[in-house]
């Protein structure tokens, strides 16, 4: 999944919300669920993610929601292969990318 999110320390639940093409419900249930997403809150007590959360976000959303795992399972496969879901995330986020630049030529040939 391609998150498309300007660079910028932190992140409002919405922004992250939108990137996704979740609910912001879903990002306060996930934060619950996965120790990994640790935000951080203001003084009026609205989470701000940070990149490392978005990153964290990826993975989360690439093997629940695209891999089909339950909760459980995710958890597990975190815990287990987290450094080689990350450089697998990074590999997948580098071809997207080049997707996405092949498109745009092609759209301007």
Known sequence: MHVNLPEKRYYKIGEVADAFGVNASLIRFWEKEFKVI???K?????????????ENFKLIYNLV????????GAKQKLKKNAH?????QEIITRLESVKAELLKIKNQL
Do not use: C
């Open 38 to 40: 640790k935000p951080k």
């Open 42 to 54: 203001n003084a009026k007590g609205n989470r701000l993610f940070t990149k490392e959360d978005i």
């Open 65 to 72: 929601k695209e891999r089909g795992f339950t909760l459980d």
């Open 84 to 88: 080689e879901l990350v450089s697998n």
